[in-house]
Structure formats: C-alpha cells, structure tokens
C-alpha cells in the first residue's frame, strides 16, 4: 500500500512539474517574442523568410529557444530584430537553394511559379 501510494505521488509530482516546465517554456516565447510567436511556432529550420518593409531576406535557424534569421550578408539575427513592423511572409521552399545565389525577384518569381508555399503572410 505504501509503495502503490509512493509510486502515485511521484507520478502526480512529475506531471506538475512538466505542466510547469511548459508553462514557463510558452512564457519565456511569449515574453521574447510577443505577436511574432506565430512565426516561431509555425517556421522550421530552412524556410525563407521576407521582409516586405525593405526587401530583404534570410533563412530562418531555429532552436529550442530562438529562432534566428541568416542574411545574405551571413549576418545572424533574431527574428525581432529582422522584423521590426510586422511586414514579412515565411515560404516554405521544398528544394534546397543556395543564399547567395537569391535575389528577391528570384523569391518573387518561385512564389509566383507555385514553388514556394506561403506558410504566414503577414
């Protein structure tokens, strides 16, 4: 009985400790992010990612807790700071192209032609 009821309040005392984990986790996204979460939880590592306020563009690196954007220019940066008002479109390319090989007609072009999917126009 003492062990049934040992096995049962660590099994609850794990579950409340995940529940937390990912209560935090969503919070600290949240926090960094704020209306760009979307763009965090719905982009994957090599999507192409474009700001319409300047034209530029970049392939999105995510991990656990950042996602980052890699220029042209072979800058890092965080998704914030490469879209700053909210003007951007995240396409997911099937086919793996080179960075330095793109331009933004060429981009312009690949959507047109259906070959890239429009995943979050904004």
């Known amino acids: 009985m003492l062990r049934k009821t040992f096995l049962i309040f660590s099994m609850l005392l794990l579950f409340c400790a995940g529940f937390i984990t990912l209560g935090l986790?969503?919070?600290?996204i949240e926090d960094h992010y704020?209306?760009?979460?979307?763009?965090?939880?719905?982009?994957?590592?090599?999507?192409l990612i474009i700001n319409k306020q300047n034209q530029t563009f970049g392939i999105i690196s995510k991990n656990w807790r950042r996602?980052?954007?890699?220029?042209?220019?072979?800058?890092?940066?965080?998704?914030?700071?490469?879209?700053?008002?909210?003007?951007?479109?995240?396409?997911r390319i099937e086919k793996e192209l080179a960075l330095n090989d793109l331009t933004f007609e060429k981009i312009i072009k690949l959507k047109n032609e259906k070959s890239a999917k429009s995943i979050i126009n904004n």
């Not at 986790?25 to 600290?28: I, P, R, V």
């Not at 979307?38 to 994957?44: H, I, P, W």
């Not at 042209?72 to 490469?82: A, G, H, I, S, Y």
């Open 67 to 91: 996602s980052n954007v890699i220029t042209k220019q072979n800058d890092t940066l965080d998704l914030c700071d490469f879209i700053r008002q909210n003007k951007y479109e995240i396409l």
């Open 25 to 28: 986790y969503l919070m600290e």
């Open 34 to 47: 704020g209306d760009l979460q979307e763009a965090y939880f719905e982009s994957q590592n090599g999507d």
